[in-house]
């Protein structure tokens, strides 16, 4: 089954084809980055805009790489939820067009559930049940993947996500928008115990975390140090945000393993690309005598590959929508089931 996939949530507009959820025939994507850099983040008015610049020639992209003709596609699936409201209704809306005019199936994706699928492109014999842990720009969560289509949220942050973090201390640093990849090249090989940071502690479930005072602390931390005069140790201060970050992943991690017995963890999202997230995550299973999967570089951030894989799972469910299908944001998912 051949599906054409549509990605278009933050700012990155991307469009893939995805043949029975494990093959990626061809993967495109049209990055925003350069321009939402001047602003120091994303601006949402700007991202729709260049969505809908880009989404249609992107498409013909993808086909071409493929090298499939139109008639070729069997469905077209499209991340619905959560994102940048009018970024999202771009690929929403170009979708129901796609479908509509192929006569094939819409298949609405949620954009967690597309990072959690990245990794049935990177290990092909992967299947639920496993743990995942979540964490993107946007989002931080530990999901009990029970199913293809049957996930639950067992904890998660309680404020920012790792990203957020990362992102705006790389920012306070002079790193320039979206300064997390930047962040960790500089921490590589620095010793991190110069600084102490804060290690939060959230009341109620074990599993939930926070990553607000964090961020806070190691902002103050620099901004203290440069009304005093003093130098900032760059790749000291980030390998010191690096472990903490890490370390916090890590413990809740594990303590989901134990809680749920699951013998496999998989690591999804933007943040998964992180070099010492990664290290640990490889340390802590092997430790814990657990599988560990974790995406290719490429599928660690947004794309649209990762959408077609798990649409092509939506849609073995029964998970297809009509033509009232909207775009629809989401505040905070953590206790509900995803
Ligand atoms: O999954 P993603 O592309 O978008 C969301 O769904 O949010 O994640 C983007 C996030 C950004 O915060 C970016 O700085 C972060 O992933 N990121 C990293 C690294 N590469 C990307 N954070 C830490 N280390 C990295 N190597
Ligand atoms: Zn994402």
Redesign the pocket.
């Given at each position: 089954m051949n599906i054409l996939a549509i990605e278009s949530?933050?700012d990155?507009t991307a469009v893939a084809v995805v043949r029975d959820g494990r093959t990626v025939l061809s993967d495109c994507i049209s990055s925003q980055v350069d321009i939402h850099k001047i602003y120091g983040g994303v601006v949402p008015e700007i991202a729709s805009r260049k969505h809908i610049e880009a989404i249609y020639p992107l498409a013909d992209q993808a086909l071409a790489q493929a090298g499939l003709s139109r008639a070729k596609l069997d469905a077209v699936a499209v991340t619905y939820a959560p994102?940048l409201i009018g970024a999202v209704l771009v690929g929403v809306n170009f979708a129901k067009a796609a479908a509509f005019a192929l006569g094939k199936p819409l298949i609405p994706v949620h954009?967690?559930r597309g990072?959690i699928a990245a990794n049935y492109i990177t290990h092909p014999e992967l299947e639920p049940p496993f743990l995942c842990l979540v964490?993107?720009?946007?989002?931080t969560m530990l999901v009990d993947v029970a199913d293809y289509t049957k996930m639950t949220i067992l904890g998660g942050t309680r404020d920012d996500?790792?990203?957020?973090c990362?992102?705006k201390i790389?920012r306070v640093l002079g790193m320039p928008y979206?300064?997390?990849?930047a962040?960790?090249?500089m921490s590589r090989g620095a010793d991190g115990s110069r600084y102490r940071l804060p290690q939060a502690k959230v009341d109620g479930n074990p599993l939930d975390l926070s990553f607000s005072g964090l961020k806070t602390a190691a902002i103050n931390l620099i901004h203290n140090a440069r009304q005093k005069g003093e130098e900032i140790d760059l790749p000291a201060i980030c390998a010191a945000v690096?472990e903490a970050?890490s370390s916090a992943l890590v413990s809740r991690t594990e303590l989901a393993l134990i809680q749920t017995g699951r013998r496999t963890l998989a690591v999804a999202?933007?943040?998964?690309?992180?070099?010492r997230?990664r290290a640990e995550m490889t340390a802590l299973a092997k430790r814990l005598g657990v599988r560990l999967c974790l995406p290719e570089l490429r599928y660690?951030?947004?794309n649209a590959a990762m959408i077609g894989a798990q649409g092509y799972y939506e849609y073995l469910a029964g998970n297809t929508a009509d033509m009232t299908l909207n775009a629809y944001a989401t505040k905070s998912l953590v206790g509900e089931t995803l």
């Open positions: 949530s933050c990155e994102g954009h967690i990072h964490v993107s720009g946007g989002h996500a790792a990203g957020e990362f992102d790389a979206p300064g997390g990849a962040l960790d090249r690096s970050v999202g933007g943040v998964a690309a992180n070099s997230i660690c951030g947004d």
